[in-house]
């Protein structure tokens, strides 16, 4: 019989936010991502210093010296293409660190869109092209081949995980969300509809987001979150011969959305030593989880399903107008960008497609706007809508320019 097993996931991202890009800024400066004042909240470079410092280094040296202290310890990591990109540029120190998990051989890496973009729901031709670009991104600074499959914000359906079997992934990421699931509980593998050999294996939110969104909220009934206690709902969540505890978040809870003096590291070393003191306990990566478990049963989701706010569906990207529009108009690009074969002209039309840029224009109230408002560094999401469609409309010039030229 298989130990009770933790599946701890951390997506590790930062976008190329779009810099304050004013209609004056169109036809005549093609940097649509590069904020010239320091101190500004659209600082790509200022921004990833600071989480770099907060959070990549010392988590990184935490879960360094977890695995070299607990030999049933092990993790499982998605890293944006977007984050690999700046932190070469910028820190590339973290990259060192991230390699040397991974040469741990207890540290897995997730496949997913190499622009953390929503392709799939736009183009299959740019999602297919994205999540090939990640895979040998990946290969190529880790020398590791990805099997499960992460969509953007667990943007999941019925179609995706059809599409992932058929492209070979073993497993799948998704949001264990109650409306779906029902009777059902998140700690089993499941079989997802109308596939063959992949696994599905769904998010525990409660306990997720007990440390990712509640771990430092004064006002919770629970504050302050000791290791005793989680262990005790960890427990509590595999009775009844639960196999699994799926636990999925962003990386940076640890030092950036929880600071370092809410005590959320000491809390997690010593969560992972008080889960691995019982011997009926382990860690598995996602592939192990996927492999040791036989699925318990099928999971339709045919409407798509992520991990974001109250409604858990798109919404918080494709919620308004605003939103809508501007994809729409992006993605109506693809053809020309792609016949130009203009490298730096296509990798800012892909950069562009990074969903936080929609996020960011999201209008919704009270606790999940709050949210919104918490991640972007525009002063409103008209803000943030008018700098992206300024990028877009010069993306068309240069385009125009192209075709002036003979290059379309």
């Known amino acids: 019989m298989s130990k009770r097993g933790i599946t701890l996931y951390l997506h590790v991202h930062q976008p190329h936010r779009v810099r304050d890009y004013t209609v004056f800024d169109t036809a ?43 030999p049933d310890f092990k993790i499982s990591l998605s890293i944006t293409g977007t984050l690999i990109e700046q932190a070469e540029q910028w820190a590339p120190d973290v990259i060192e660190s991230f390699q040397n998990l991974v040469k741990t051989g207890r540290v897995e890496i997730v496949a997913e869109t190499y622009y953390h973009s929503l392709a799939f729901f ?59 699931l029902d009777w059902r509980s998140p700690n089993f ?101 996927v492999e040791k478990h036989e699925p318990a049963g099928t999971i339709s989701m045919p409407a798509t399903v992520t991990w974001a706010d109250a409604e858990r569906d798109l919404t918080a990207w494709l919620g308004n107008s605003m939103q809508q529009e501007a994809l729409h108009h992006l993605y109506a690009l693809e053809k020309d960008v792609m016949r130009t074969q203009d490298l730096e002209l296509i990798a800012d039309w892909r950069r562009l497609q990074t969903s936080d840029h929609a996020y960011y224009m999201c209008t919704k109230w009270f606790t999940d706007g709050d949210v919104h408002a918490y991640f972007s560094p525009y002063e409103s999401p008209y803000d943030a809508f008018l700098a992206f469609m300024n990028a877009v409309r010069d993306m068309r010039w240069r385009l125009h320019a192209h075709h002036k030229t003979g290059g379309l």
């Open 122 to 180: 736009y183009s299959r031709d740019e999602f297919v092209a994205q999540v090939e670009a990640h895979k040998q991104k990946i290969r190529e600074l880790f020398g590791v081949e990805t099997s499960v499959f992460r969509n953007t914000e667990l943007a999941y359906n019925d179609e995706l995980a059809q599409w992932a079997d058929g492209y070979g992934f073993k497993g799948i990421l998704a949001e264990g969300w109650d409306p779906i």
């Open 189 to 289: 593998v499941y079989r997802p509809e109308g596939t063959e050999k992949i696994g599905l294996l769904l998010k525990n939110y409660r306990l997720s987001d007990d440390l990712a969104f509640r771990f430092s909220n004064r006002a919770w009934k629970e504050w302050p979150l000791t290791a005793d206690t989680y262990t005790e709902w960890a427990h509590a969540a595999v009775a009844d011969n639960q196999p699994l505890i799926n636990l999925f978040m962003d990386y940076e809870t640890f030092g950036e959305h929880q600071w370092a003096d809410t005590g959320i590291f000491e809390f997690f070393e010593e969560f992972v030593g008080r889960w691995l003191s019982n011997e009926d306990n382990t860690f598995y990566t996602v592939s192990e989880a």
């Open 28 to 70: 005549a400066n093609h940097n649509y991502f590069t904020e010239p004042d320091p101190l500004s909240g659209r600082n790509n470079e200022r921004i990833f210093r600071k989480v770099a410092d907060k959070s990549y280094r010392p988590m990184n040296a935490l879960l360094q010296k977890m695995l070299d202290t607990h």
